[in-house]
């Protein structure tokens, strides 16, 4: 995965996360190049986006963890429409991948460094992260090369 070091900051002007207490720490994972969900300690399921209890045993014994970055696209869609200020005319298409983790949970991200022909179902692609200010690092997928 790529650390903070490798991270390329972004001119970013575009709608961001909120960072609540609850999302803190996957953000946190993030600014050091490390994808990370919860787990519950109870039954052991992974589970993104984040949540206060287990979505099988709504026990709220749950940690965070690492995760490996991989996975494979599960679906996709090209982006041609500016719907929000902040993006300019060089930055579009761009590709939108709904991610099937290697540890089982799905995850929406941006697909890089891939032209839209090349995009697949099942595409093994793996995290990478790209800043775009102090308090956000943003997990984008690209292709495995491993």
């Not at 929000?84 to 579009?92: A, L, Q, R, T, V």
């Not at 995850?107 to 839209?116: F, G, H, N, P």
């Amino acid at each position: 995965m790529a650390t903070e070091s490798q991270a390329p900051e972004l001119s970013y002007d575009k709608p961001l996360p909120p960072v609540l207490e609850l999302t803190k720490p996957f953000w946190d994972g993030c600014r050091e190049g490390i994808l990370q969900i919860q787990f519950c300690n109870i039954c052991d399921l992974p589970w993104f986006p984040p949540a206060e209890a287990c979505p099988r045993c709504l026990q709220d014994d749950w940690e965070w963890r690492p995760i490996s970055g991989h996975g494979t696209v599960w679906s996709w869609i090209r982006m041609w429409q500016k719907y929000f200020p902040g993006w300019s005319p060089d930055e579009y298409p761009y590709t939108i991948a709904l991610i099937k983790l290697e540890e089982g949970p799905y995850m929406y991200s941006t697909l890089v460094d891939i032209e839209d022909k090349d995009v697949s179902c099942d595409l093994a692609v793996e995290v990478d992260f790209r800043k775009v200010n102090d308090e956000i690092t943003l997990p984008v997928f690209r292709p495995a090369t491993t």
